[in-house]
Each structure stands twice: as C-alpha cells, then as structure tokens.
C-alpha cells in the first residue's frame, strides 16, 4: 500500500555514504530477527549528526543509525548510549520507538550501530507536510500536544527507569553556563560580538536547578512524530543522542530559542525552522506559561532561561562557523552564519534589557 505524500519518507543513499544491508540483514538475523528478502534502502536528509537509514523489508519496517565516517569522539556519537536511553524509557514512555538491536561489532559495517522500528508518521519542519492543512483550532490542539509531550518526559521517574548514570543531575544550569561559556569563548572569530557582557549577566544570575528531570535536549517540531490520521497528536519523538538528566527550565528555555512566533521581525522568521508561526501557535510567552502550569513551576526570573537558550543556540551556530571561518569545512551554507551569531548575542541583550520574552 502507498504511503500517503504527508508521511514523512527518506530519500536516496548519499554518495560515500552506502550501507552494506546484507552485512547488517544478517547479523539481525544472528540476533533472531526474522526478515523475509532484501530491503530497500534509503536515507533520511541530515548527516551532520548520526546516519539515519530506512531498511523497508517486506515484513519489517526498520531504522538503522550509525554516526559518520571518521568520527574519532566517540562520546559525540555513542550509538550504546542513545540505544540504551531509548530502551530505559520505553516502558515508561511510549513515544519512543521500540528498539531491536545494538550491534557493538564494527567488523559487520565498520562501526556501531543500532536498530529500531520505524514508526510512520508526520514530521513537521520548516512548514507542516505536503498535503495537511490545519483549522486554527487544530493547530493550536497540535502546540500544546506537543507541550504536553515535553511535560510527560519531564514527569518520568528515572530513577525507577533506571536512568540515574544518563547525567550528572544537580547542579545542571551551573555546569552549562560555564560550558558554554567557554566553548564561546574559544569559538569567537573577530566578526562576532565577544559577548562578554551576556556571559557575565548568566554567571552571575544562574539559579539553582528548579528539579533534576529527563532533558531530550534538542526538542523540536521536526524531532516530533504526529500521527497520519490525526496530525495534531504526537506518536513518536526521534533524536535522543544528546538526552541526559537536567533542570526542564533550561530544556524549555533552549527549545523556545527555536521559536519563532508569527510578530517576530523578519530575521527571525527567515531562520524558522518549525511551523511555529502558524495561527494558532502558542506565542513563546504563553508556551511558557502553559508549561509551567502543568508542572506547578513559578521561576523567579524566567529571563535567565530565555537568555540561556538563545546563547546556546549562538553558541552552536558560532562553532559551525568557527569551522567556515578556519577553513575546516566549505559547506556554503555556513558562510553567513556570523550574522546568526551577532544577531542571537544582540536578542541576548535585549531581553536582560527588558526581561520579558
């Protein structure tokens, strides 16, 4: 049966980036995977993070994730990790897709990688899927769907999950701040505002951590799985390589960097990534204030976190371009980054500025 245009699909295998589905289709079968043929494969858009492929098998669905060649860090892509996070949370929290198995072998295709059931849906991304259109009602039902799906992690035991070594815990928002702090530091080029300013407003109005969660970390439309036959409810959620244990005001604060709001100014909107700008979409301010309702939070300075994500985000888009800049990569599409960079900083004074979202 033919997906419909809306689901979301891979496309071709990238050059140099083939995989070897027989020498993967029998090591699953080793593992007591039952597979009829050969499968189809294809790959998801992306590549600088893990390799997603699709292996559609006649009686199997399935998703292999792999990182790139030549990665050296492991700890940047730990496909055990991820795996393993990924099975913890299962029982506990049904989004997550059902995984079958991690192959820790690299003599099968040259490195780690593991296995999951692909699960079928929508992904919104920049604009929501060819071929769906939303009621104002409904694309408000879908916002707060996937509000209430960030709350529902936020509410997981992980200790009953058996999660307590995913991170640190305590002391969360301290470590971050100095964190990024450094790695802005060390990834400023002389186009950039150095920022000091900002670094020292979040050093020295850092809060304790409001409580110790499960973080996703990159929480985000496009992480998001919606269901086919209703496209405002969340079916799935992809993309735990960088979930750890931390304070769910700093995940909120950087998903909201993300956010962009149908009033923003024009360089805002031409970076969106998500159709957050739709009528209907919650605005960052009632996001905000819906979430924290649902956990009981009152920040005292709910600024500190919006400042924290969008230097965050300034901080992940300096060192792309810190990379341009040194000649480490000639992708074009990085070449403007440091405009990103300067304008983040500059959002980063104006809301200590006024305080307000």
Known sequence: MPESASIDRAGDVRSGEELDAAAVGNWLRDQGVALDGE????????GASNWTYRLQYANRDLILRRPPAGTKA????????????QKALKPVYPAVADMVAICRDESVIGCEFYVMDRIEGLIPRKNLPRGVTLTLEQTRQMCINAIDKLVELHRVDWRAAGLETLGKGEGYARRQIAGWSDRWNKAHTWNVMCGRDVVRWLQTNVPDDIATCVIHNDWRFDNLIFAPDDPTRVIGVLDWEMATLGDPL???GSALAYWAQADDDRFILSTRRQPTHLPGMLTRREVVAYYCQQMG????????????????LAGIIQQIYYRYHHKQTRNPAFARFWLLSNYLIWRCRRAIRKGAL
Do not use: C, I
Request: net charge neutral; proline share 5%.
């Open 39 to 46: 499968p189809t494969v294809t790959q998801f858009s992306g």
């Open 74 to 85: 492991k700890s940047a892509h730990d496909m055990f990790r991820e795996y393993s996070v």
């Open 250 to 252: 700093m995940e909120l």
């Open 297 to 312: 939070y009152a920040p005292k300075n709910w600024t500190f976190y919006e400042v924290y994500g969008l230097f965050r």
